[in-house]
Nanobody
Framework: QVQLVESGGGSVQAGGSLRLSCVAS?????LGWFRQYPGQEREGVAA????????YYSDSVKGRFTISSDNAKNTIYLQMNSLKPEDTAMYYC????????????????WGQGTQVTVSS
């Protein structure tokens, strides 16, 4: 079965940076990052195809966030730069065994979440 372990969340001031990490075990076709605000649905942030040949980003983070992978370690990262208060959310690592992208329904395996807080 798939297991996902996240790390790297924390508190930072606006304009700062954080890097999230997710170590995956088991077969995964695609790995991605989602975030959730209180009282709202989870939304896709970024995803990466096998071997890191294709990436996807939400419009709200393009140019600021970068997803990458270390295939030898079966690990993905989310480098978050120029953070804004609206980036404050619970961030989840997720895995899909079918399609890749930002479609929530494709992802069936989830990490426990890591909190990111950005203050102004």
């Amino acid at each position: 079965q798939v297991q996902l372990v996240e790390s790297g969340g924390g508190s930072v001031q606006a304009g700062g940076s954080l890097r999230l990490s997710c170590v995956a075990s088991g077969y995964t076709y695609c790995l991605g990052w989602f975030r959730q605000y209180p009282g709202q649905e989870r939304e896709g942030v970024a995803a990466i195809y096998p071997e890191g040949v294709t990436t996807y980003y939400s419009d709200s983070v393009k140019g600021r966030f970068t997803i990458s992978s270390d295939n030898a370690k079966n690990t993905i990262y989310l480098q978050m730069n120029s953070l804004k208060p609206e980036d404050t959310a619970m961030y989840y690592c997720a895995a899909s065994r079918s399609a890749c992208g930002l479609w929530l329904g494709a992802f069936k395996f989830w990490g426990q979440g890591t909190q990111v807080t950005v203050s102004s």
